[in-house]
């Protein structure tokens, strides 16, 4: 394939290489005794054209995070950016049309219209937008994808590795500047589920995408370029270039997910005496 990632540089928001942005990015669920710190204080940049895995502990933060940056959930504290654009503080409406024309969204559930058969739902979001999809482009997803003999079929005549392509492509159909993927090979057996993830890697240096994805999977985070590692509401470490095995060895030094604030304080203050934690 000839695209280049410059050839599909989505907006000049991305002129420094960053494709989203927290500073400071506190969520805090819950108050008093029981409230927990999902997020606390984290920085983080995401890098345009690249493949970015989060992982952690169940109960870390991982989605917290991932809704955070895509402006699904709202922010106790701290700065969110989508490109240049600062997302937190934006209205509901200004967000819904950011996470609409910019952001690409893949779940483990896939979230196909039953109904529609995998064209429609590929451009069901543009249609909703009452958007033109670029179809050069359009094609390049779809052959990218391997998915050109497929597109007449309904999502219940697709196998689940194929319905998770056909959300893959849907994700990507506007050219988002960034797609979060939360578990997109949670539901697919380990084959469907490497085809997914070399689709994902195949967006990312085909087509020049950015990617954000949280999995439980040392396995599929080895796919990407770069690992985030979450504890207790914090990026802890951070692993160029993974392998399966290192993200495994580093996975097995956590303990344990979020506890409720009044805990976590000595916890963190215990860590930070050990010199447990860095921050990435
Ligand atoms: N809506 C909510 N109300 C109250 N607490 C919440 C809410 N959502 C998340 N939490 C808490 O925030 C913390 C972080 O949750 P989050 O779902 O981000 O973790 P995670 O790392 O994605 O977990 P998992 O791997 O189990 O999906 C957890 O302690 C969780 O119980």
Known sequence: MSTTAAEHAPGAAQADGIAARARGLTKAYGAGETAVLALDAVDVDIARGRF???????????????????????????????????????????????????????????NLIPTLNAAENITLPMDIAGKKPDEKWLEQVIDTLGLRDRLKHRPAQLSGGQ?????????????????????????????????????????????????????????????????????????????????????????????????????????QRRERRRGGVSRC
Do not use: Y
Request: contains cysteine.
């Open 163 to 267: 319905q998770q392509r056909v959300a893959c492509a849907r994700a990507l159909a506007s050219r988002p500047e960034l797609i979060f993927a939360d578990e997109p090979t949670g539901n697919l057996d380990s084959r469907a589920g490497l085809e997914v993830l070399g689709f994902l890697r195949d967006a990312v240096d085909q087509l020049g995408q950015s990617v954000v994805m949280v999995t439980h999977d040392p396995g599929a985070a080895a796919h990407s370029d770069l690992v985030l590692f979450l504890a207790d509401g914090r990026i802890v470490d951070r692993m160029e270039r993974p392998t399966a095995e290192a993200v495994l060895e580093r996975m097995k030094r956590f303990d344990g997910g979020a506890r409720p604030l009044g805990q976590r304080r000595g916890h």
């Open 52 to 110: 970015t895995a989060v992982m952690g502990p169940s109960g870390s933060g991982k989605s917290t995070l991932m809704h955070c940056l895509a402006g699904l959930d709202t922010v106790s504290a701290g700065q969110v950016w989508l490109g240049g654009t600062e997302i937190t503080g934006l209205k509901d409406r200004e967000l819904t049309r950011l996470r609409r024309d910019r952001i690409g969204f893949m779940f483990q559930s896939f």
